[in-house]
């Protein structure tokens, strides 16, 4: 390990130590997550390129990395990784990877020894902001913004894929989906045909409608929210998960904004409006729902306990409903999987 730092466009520079063959100066917005465990699965989320991902908890790696199986995508996503200690040595059964060796064979940079409990203050207070990585003293005149980039398009699959065997045919749209979702739609008898975010589904026969959680400013997602629009007159069932939410309020006319600082982690409470019962949740997403812009025929289904922001809507006609949340877990609790419960009783 040699000297380095996470210098943020704020101003403040965070010390630390990084791998000598960290010889780059990498760019990302800087975020945190609450959760305890599943690093894995949380830096493997799609819904988390172009972010350097800061852990809150002080020990990460200690369970080491399981074989790409248990992933949520075929790599690494996230653009660089922020902890306090990083383990050296994994114990589990289920470890096929040291955690250091796994960012380096993927070309993720890492810095440890950062008091990563007082970044996440600066984060809270000031916002999620751009950083770099940066070796020794460097620091950068300029800094890039994963935000302005459309992202979706860097993460969605190519091509589309046919799963199951069922009768019931669920069309779902890739905007960088994380395979639990598909794991926990496989768990019902259905038929599942994945396309790309930008495939035009309006001549394709389906039984249901599945827009995937995905990274960045959903504003950017046009083409996905312009096919949605023509689709919905076909009042088929419709699931949404994080970005696929927002891409479902744009095209229904509302608006979503940029929160603070996002909601990263597996704590996060949110309300079951409609059944008066709390649920603990896994989230990841950096932009929300307005509230105030959805149309009068549509109603918030869920809300965060932490800061009352929409968490979830639905129509009060049609069975449409969308989520701000990962039901899917994967890491996290799984209290909210009766959502894809919900979602497969719809199409029968």
Known sequence: MTPSQLVLKSGE??????PKW????????????????????????????????????????????PTSSEWESEKIQASGVVVNWAS?????????????????????????????????????KKGATLGAICQGRNRPRRFFDPNNTHLVQQVSLPHKQLYGTG????????????????????????????????????????????LSNGPGDPALCKETVSI????????????GICLGAQIL???????TYKLKFGHRGQNHPCIDLEKKRCVITSQNHGY????????????????????????GIYH?????????????????????????EKFYEAIL
């Not at 949605?228 to 699931?239: D, I």
């Not at 309020?249 to 608006?255: M, N, P, R, S, V």
């Not at 025929?297 to 968490?311: A, G, I, M, P, Y």
Request: with cysteine; charged share 20%.
């Open 22 to 65: 960290q010889t780059n100066t990498y760019f990302g917005e800087v975020v945190f997550s609450t959760g305890m465990t599943g690093y894995v699965e949380s830096l493997t989320d799609p819904s988390y390129a172009g972010q350097i991902f800061a852990f809150t908890s002080p020990l990460i790696g200690n369970y080491g990395v």
């Open 88 to 124: 050296p040595i994994a114990s589990h059964h289920s470890s096929h990877t040291p955690f250091l060796q796994w960012l380096q064979s993927q070309n993720i940079p890492l810095i440890t020894g950062v008091d990563t409990r007082a970044l996440a203050k600066t984060l809270r």
């Open 316 to 340: 009060k006609k049609h069975p449409f409903f969308a989520v701000q949340f990962h039901p899917e877990s994967h890491p996290g609790p799984t209290d909210a999987f009766y959502l894809f």
């Open 167 to 210: 009768t019931k045919k669920i069309l779902l749209v890739d905007c960088g989906m994380k395979e639990n979702i598909l794991r926990c739609l496989l768990r019902f008898p259905v038929q599942i045909l994945r396309v790309p975010y930008n495939y035009d589904y309006s001549n394709e026969e389906y039984d249901a409608l599945f």
């Open 228 to 239: 949605l629009q023509r689709n919905l007159k076909r009042g088929k069932p419709l699931m």
């Open 249 to 255: 309020a744009l095209a229904i006319g509302g608006k």
């Open 288 to 311: 929300a729902i307005d509230e105030k812009s959805l149309p009068s025929d549509w109603k918030v289904l869920f809300r965060s306990l932490n800061d009352q922001s929409v968490e």
């Open 13 to 18: 520079i965070f010390p630390g130590f990084s």
